[in-house]
């Protein structure tokens, strides 16, 4: 049914080729046409789900209501509009931290599968059921390989969904840096591109490059599009980014990557022939991050060396730490989370593949990359199993995954020192994580699905009792119909008022839940404890200011108290900007109901004051 009014819609405003671009805020669909006499309003408008229609500010704007945002999603099914046409309403700024948890949030579960396999592969191997020298042993293992060694080929793909790229583009530029053509020139004399002198390296499991490269490559995509024919686009476009990007990844941003890990290794080297246990401090707060960042692999030269020369190497022996800094954390949010929670569902796995194969990324990128305590909190419990295993100078005598077998072949020495580094990494990482660890505008990730039901709507009945909506902000009431928007002022949304708030405040009207947070931050809508259902949609217009200006403090499933914080907006900037304040409180769900506007229009309020009555 949704389909097929999608395409009603699409036809009545004049066919897709009609659309310039489609964007919609809390209640309508915003459509920028071509032509817009080719648009049907009349007959729009006698459609059952079309509340009203409204031609405003260049838009050809169809009121929806609540459900917008399903029709939003079909009729762009249906328009296939180009990603630069979309909407931009959604979009966020990126932090490096939003970046880098982005990336890997979708293949948490991926990291988690493989890991897992290579903890049975690891216990199967440990108790004779399967040698590791047999073709049954490399086909399992090339399962549970698979993500970690073609990391910039996933992460090529990810990130460029992030940053607008096309994302098999960047999935192929990853790719290119571990083509056997590529691969085999490792290790070889006198390689060169175009005359330039290019020392190969291994790029499988890194992701520093593919980071730095994604970035410059959807840059170069949007550059490209804006000078080549759009004919030629198609096959011209990621021609070119291939051709100048492989070659960039490997000659510039690939070797950078490189000598910073190298830079590093030599640097903590330097520290544990001055002092071990700031060696072994600096070394275990900072190994995670330099793991997120693939620089840890500049260790391995100096590990092999130290093992060879001397039997023993200390910096494994202090990075052990972090293993076990990183389990303890996902313990304690696994006793942090409720039943069935989302925490839940990631730390079980994850502790599993920590402890007996010693595989920690779907810690470090699933839990730890999430929540800003944690990276601290990975950095102090790191930093004193480090510090302990460093003073003790414990090393590690064997090449191994660090991991509970590595444990029992005692293959660290000295070995009582060594369970008390590892030992405190855990507890600290557990104790910090389940008592300071998640802020409470987090916690959400840790309660179960049912821990705070939405409220079930009741059907309004002689039995319903009136109900007054308190003034979520201090200002000046205005009657719905004085509203400078015509879908508010004729009730097509909602029955209610508006008011014109004096600081920017917004606060909750009732008891209740938020339903919908907008992307664009200027409108939310909350659900009463009894079903009614209200919206309060701060300015008119004010979807195209995409969130500038704008603060959120609560998100979709929040249970909130009336009086609460909801969310704030810098009333100056936004009326500089040429848009209306006038904020409409609607109840949404009142066709049968009676709702009154309690004070004059005019009259001055602050919040909490009766604002509207609801009633039979």
């Not at 490792?186 to 490059?209: C, H, K, M, R």
């Amino acid at each position: 049914m949704l389909e097929k009014e999608a395409k009603e819609l699409l036809a009545l405003v004049g066919g897709k080729e009609n659309v310039n671009q489609l964007v919609h805020c809390a209640t309508r669909l915003r459509f920028e046409l071509k032509d817009e006499s080719l648009a049907q309003k009349k007959e729009i408008e006698a459609k059952s789900y079309v509340l009203s229609v409204v031609i405003s500010g260049g838009q050809y704007q169809i009121v929806i209501g609540p459900q917008v945002t399903e029709y939003f999603a079909a009729i762009m099914q249906l328009l296939n509009l180009d990603e630069s046409k979309k909407s931009d309403e959604g979009k966020k700024k990126l932090s490096i931290m939003k970046i880098i948890s982005g990336a890997f949030s979708p293949l948490i579960p991926l990291l988690a599968g493989a890991g897992m396999i290579k903890a049975l592969l690891m216990v199967l191997v440990e108790f004779g059921l399967l040698s590791d020298a047999s073709s049954t042993y490399a086909i399992l293992s090339a399962a549970g390989n698979s993500v970690f060694y073609f990391m910039p080929i996933f992460l090529g793909i990810t990130l460029s969904k992030q940053f607008g790229g096309n994302m098999y583009v960047g999935g192929a530029i990853g790719a290119a840096l571990l083509e056997p053509s590529f691969t085999s020139l490792i290790g070889q004399e006198g390689v060169n591109f175009l005359g330039i002198s290019v020392v190969p390296v291994d790029y499988a499991t890194t992701v520093f490059p593919i980071f730095i490269i994604s970035f410059v490559y959807a840059f170069l995509d949007k550059q490209l599009r804006k000078i080549v024919k759009q004919e030629l686009q198609m096959f011209l476009v990621p021609m070119i980014c291939l051709l100048v990007l492989v070659p960039m990844a490997i000659l510039v941003f690939g070797p950078f990557g490189t000598t910073i890990g190298n830079l590093v290794s030599s640097f903590i080297s330097m520290l544990f022939d001055f002092n071990n246990l700031l060696a072994g401090l600096v070394l275990g707060a900072t190994y995670p991050f330099l793991t997120i960042l693939g620089l840890h692999w500049g260790f391995t030269p100096i590990t092999l060396q130290n093992l060879s020369q001397v039997g023993g190497d200390v910096l494994e022996g202090a990075a052990v730490c972090c293993v076990y800094a990183e389990i303890g954390i996902a313990i304690g949010a696994y006793l942090k989370g409720r039943k069935g929670s989302k925490i839940r569902e990631i730390a079980g796995p994850t502790i599993l593949t920590g402890f007996l194969a010693g595989v920690t990324e779907p810690i470090l990128y699933g839990i730890v990359m999430r929540y800003k305590r944690l990276m601290a909190i990975v950095a102090i419990a790191g930093g004193i199993g480090g510090a302990i295993n460093g003073l003790c100078h414990v090393t590690m005598n064997a090449y191994v995954f660090h991991n509970l077998f590595s444990v029992a072949m005692m293959t660290y020495s000295p070995f009582v020192p060594f369970l008390i580094g590892c030992a405190a990494a855990l507890a600290a990482g557990l104790l910090l994580t389940y008592f300071w660890g998640i802020p409470a505008e987090d916690s959400a990730d840790f309660q179960a699905p049912d821990a705070a039901p939405l409220p079930q709507p009741q059907q309004t009945s002689q039995e319903m009792q009136p109900m007054t909506i308190a003034t979520p902000a201090n200002g000046t009431v205005i009657a719905l119909e004085q509203v400078e928007d015509e879908a508010f002022a004729q009730g097509a949304v909602g029955k209610g008022a508006a008011i014109l708030p004096a600081d920017g405040k917004i606060y909750a009207p009732a008891d209740g839940q938020i339903t919908m947070v907008f992307p664009t931050k200027h409108a939310l809508g909350m659900q009463c404890a009894n079903g009614l259902e209200l919206l309060i949609h701060v300015g008119l217009n004010t979807v195209e200011l995409k969130g500038k200006y704008f603060t959120v403090h609560v998100k979709d499933g929040d249970t909130v108290k009336k009086g609460q914080l909801l969310l704030e907006c810098d009333i100056e900037q936004v009326r500089q900007a040429g848009y209306p304040l006038t904020t409409p409180v609607l109840v949404t769900n009142a066709d049968q109901l009676e709702v009154t506007c309690l004070p004059t229009p005019g009259t001055q309020v602050t919040v909490g004051d009766a604002m509207l009555e609801v009633k039979e």
